[in-house]
């Protein structure tokens, strides 16, 4: 139980492009979902919340414009990358809260910007 | 803000123990442990909710001490599968509740040889 997905797995895009994320709870409800991002050999940095049926909650330098994300059903949630840069390029990891508080981790997405 | 962890880096030979500390600057609500191997998601070991708890997976156990604003992870026995990185999530505690959002450490490198 308590399996997340994402897809997709690796994307490699034009500077310029966005690009969408999509972490899928599969065998459970997460009202809340979280989007980190991970530098090699760093810690996970966590973007924002999300929340079913209302605005994610972004965390302090990072641009909400930039990142879009929308919390569509109580199952998904969505990252978009808007008009992606080099610098955009990093491992994005999704976790859903599950019973108890716990976080269960997606298999991460690894996006490369030329 | 971010959890500072201890050490860094530790190599073992299989069948030695270790420890691995995490400590905040903030009072905490909660502890989360997990592990992540190269290029793979976090997967999630333990989470220890009150202060004194200690928690216990397979032969891996953590204590969490609220008033000292830290929690150790105790490897025992250690088996080449316990390779990996190590991080501890740490949610603050709230006056107007909890939200979930965990702060993560830089991690521990742990590598296990034959």
């Known amino acids: 139980g308590a399996v997340v997905s994402q897809h997709p797995s690796r994307v490699i895009c034009k500077s310029g492009t966005s690009v969408k994320i999509e972490c899928r709870s599969l065998d459970f409800q997460a009202t809340t979902m979280f989007w980190y991002r991970q530098f090699p050999k760093q810690s996970l940095m966590l973007m924002a919340t999300?929340?079913?049926?209302?605005?994610?909650?972004?965390e302090q330098g990072v641009e909400k414009d930039k990142f879009l994300i929308n919390h569509a059903s109580l199952t998904l949630s969505t990252l978009t990358v808007t008009s992606a840069h080099p610098e955009d390029s990093s491992f994005y990891i999704c976790?859903?809260?599950?019973?108890?508080?716990?976080?269960?981790f997606g298999p991460g997405t690894r996006l490369t910007v030329l | 803000q971010q959890p500072v962890q201890s050490p860094q880096a530790v190599i073992l030979r299989e069948g030695e123990d270790a420890v691995i500390n995490c400590s905040s600057s903030k009072a905490l609500y909660s502890v989360h442990w997990y592990r992540q191997k190269h290029g793979e998601a976090p997967v999630f070991l333990m989470i220890l909710l009150k202060g004194g708890e200690q928690k216990g997976h397979e032969k891996i156990s953590a204590s969490f001490n609220e008033k000292k604003q830290q929690s150790s992870l105790y490897l025992t026995a250690s088996q080449l599968s316990y390779s990996g990185t190590y991080f501890c999530g740490t949610e603050k505690i709230l006056g107007s509740g909890n939200t979930g959002k965990l702060i993560f450490g830089q991690g521990t490198t742990l590598q296990v040889k034959p």
């Open positions: 999300s929340n079913e049926g209302s605005k994610a909650t972004y």
């Open positions: 976790s859903a809260e599950g019973a108890g508080g716990t976080q269960y």
